[in-house]
Nanobody
Framework: EVQLVESGGGSVQAGGSLTLSCTAS????????IAWFRQAPGKEREAISC?????????????VKGRFTISSDNTKSTVPKNTVHLQMNSLKPEDTAVYYC????????????????WGQGTQVTVSS
C-alpha cells in the first residue's frame, strides 16, 4: 500500500513561483515513479511531469517545459519515504488547476503512464 501526501499550492500572481511537494510512503512506494497531474475547470486531467525513482528519468509536458522542475529526496531512514518536489516558476493564469501527485508505473522522457494511486490534490491559482 502506498500513501501520497501533498503540500504546497496556494495563490500567486502571474510570473510568480510555487513549490508543490508529494511525500510517498508505504511498503510498496518504491514500485512507482511519481508524477504530477493537473486538472483545470472544465478540462481533462493532464500529466505534466514525472520522475523515475530507479534512474531519475524525468518527463515534462510541453506546456510546462522550461518553467517547472521536478526533483526527489529519497530517504532511507527508519521510515523509508520519498518526497518529490515540483518547483513551478514563471506561473501563468493558465496554470490554474488542481494539482495531483500520483504513483505511476511508467515514466519516460517522452511519456508518462496512467496514475495508479493518487494524492488528495492541491489548488494552485494564478492571477493576472
Amino acid at each position: 500500500e502506498v500513501q501520497l501526501v501533498e503540500s504546497g499550492g496556494g495563490s500567486v500572481q502571474a510570473g510568480g513561483s510555487l513549490t508543490l511537494s508529494c511525500t510517498a510512503s508505504g511498503r510498496t512506494y518504491g514500485d512507482y515513479a511519481i508524477a504530477w497531474f493537473r486538472q483545470a475547470p472544465g478540462k481533462e486531467r493532464e500529466a505534466i511531469s514525472c520522475i523515475s525513482q530507479s534512474d531519475g528519468t524525468t518527463y515534462y509536458a510541453d506546456s510546462v517545459k522550461g518553467r517547472f522542475t521536478i526533483s526527489s529526496d529519497n530517504t532511507k531512514s527508519t521510515v523509508p519515504k520519498n518526497t518529490v518536489h515540483l518547483q513551478m516558476n514563471s506561473l501563468k493564469p493558465e496554470d490554474t488547476a488542481v494539482y495531483y501527485c500520483a504513483g505511476v508505473y511508467l515514466c519516460y522522457s517522452d511519456h508518462v503512464g496512467s496514475g495508479r494511486v493518487w494524492g488528495q490534490g492541491t489548488q494552485v491559482t494564478v492571477s493576472s
